[in-house]
């Protein structure tokens, strides 16, 4: 199906991308043992679409849109295939014999993203938005972001389009699953999540009156698909932060004050909740992954008290939502496990100073907040 597909170019676009979603599907669900003696057959597979000069392999395709929705359902297997055979062996000895492949790959298919990125063809954005978006998640599929350092320069060009173009994104939906669970009643409310925030919630009063209803349109109980759009800031968001936490202390710096500059740009725009949201997403994912890399115990003071500042602008916002303040305060939280005793102390006494002589009870609850998330660093 992938090789020897009909000579009708519709019937072949529908073989090769039932073909690649049937090889992710096998590829998800076998047990790996049953595939380890084809694995390099297998892993040939992504060497036509992926390899060589990117203007090459376009100048030969007519119908593009088609042609990118295949190469997203041909990276939905990538993905299922580093899942299940290079991650679990991506520290060992043998790990770079299916990692480099891997990783050519994907180096490819940013090429083609660059290539036609630079094309700016119209009917072509929301087919490169989804390609865009699977390569994304195929990187984070690789779970040490070390891994593909030749490749961050070109993906943070790519990334960082939510702070350096803010209007043209969506809000991201990642704070969801970035807060900490352990603060479910705090909000983001997603209802029968928590029994506790339905009752609260039904006190409170929603659009319905005082018990919410199922049918609400402003309020979905079933999980709803996400945009193409909304999908790919999230990803975006996400490798920001990872690839911020492998970066030396001068492009950390850089990458900070783009979030900075844009967060204090955007204030009189109507995009500004969801820059503040998009900024949120990119400091957290930062952070937790400098935890995973055990990469902060180098950083120096500055770079701490630039995310410091950042978060504590957030929290000064009278306008953020309940998601945006937990993660502010969150981030604070985190902030303080990643630096050095010396620095969380600073943090901790001055957040403590501030709440002795409160100007705006909101802030002074968000400055609560933030000091217990500092102090539960420690459990």
Not at 79 to 85: D, M, N
Not at 188 to 207: M, Q
Request: charged share 20%; net charge negative.
């Amino acid at each position: 199906m992938l090789n020897g597909f009909s000579r009708n170019p519709v019937a072949a676009i529908a073989e090769r991308e039932a073909g690649w979603l049937l090889l992710a599907s096998l590829l998800a669900s076998m047990p790996k043992e049953e595939l380890e003696d084809q694995v390099f057959d297998v892993l040939l597979l992504w060497a036509s679409p992926f390899t060589g000069n990117p203007e090459s392999y376009l100048s030969h395709i007519q119908d593009w849109a088609s042609e990118l929705r295949v190469l997203s359902v041909a990276i939905e297997a990538l993905t299922a295939f580093i899942r299940s055979f290079v991650s679990p062996i991506i520290a060992t000895a043998n790990g770079g014999i299916l990692l480099n492949p891997v990783l050519a790959y994907l180096g490819g298919a940013l090429s083609l993203i660059s290539s036609l990125r630079a094309k700016q063809l119209p009917n072509l954005k929301s087919a490169l938005n989804l390609f865009t978006t699977r390569t994304l998640m195929a990187y984070q599929s690789l779970s040490n972001p070390v891994v593909y350092q030749s490749e961050h320069e070109q993906m943070l060009q790519l990334c960082s389009s939510p702070f350096s173009d803010p209007s043209g994104w969506e809000e991201s939906s990642c704070l969801k699953f970035l807060l900490d669970k352990r603060d479910a009643s705090l909000g983001p409310w997603i209802p029968g999540r928590d029994s506790f925030e339905d009752e609260l919630r039904a006190f409170d009063g929603g659009v319905d009156g005082f018990l919410p209803c199922v049918w609400d349109d402003e309020i979905s109980n079933f999980p709803q698909p996400e945009s193409v759009s909304k999908m790919l800031v999230n990803q975006m968001l996400l490798c920001y932060g990872s690839i911020f936490a492998c970066q030396d202390n001068t492009a950390k710096i850089r990458l900070l004050n783009n979030i900075d500059q844009c967060l204090k740009a955007g204030k009189k725009y109507s995009w500004y909740m969801f820059l503040v949201s998009n900024a949120c997403v990119a400091l957290l994912s930062g952070l937790k992954e400098l935890l995973t890399l055990r990469g902060a115990q180098s950083l120096p003071t500055d770079i701490f008290s630039m995310i410091q500042s950042i978060f504590k602008g957030i929290l000064g916002e009278s306008e953020i939502s309940t998601a945006q303040r937990r993660a502010a305060c969150e981030g604070l939280g985190l902030l303080a496990r990643t630096g050095n005793d010396i620095f969380t102390a600073r943090m901790a006494r001055s957040l403590l100073g501030e709440l002795a002589t409160p100007v705006d009870l909101s802030y002074a609850a968000s400055v609560a907040l933030s000091l217990g998330c500092i102090h539960r660093t420690d459990w």
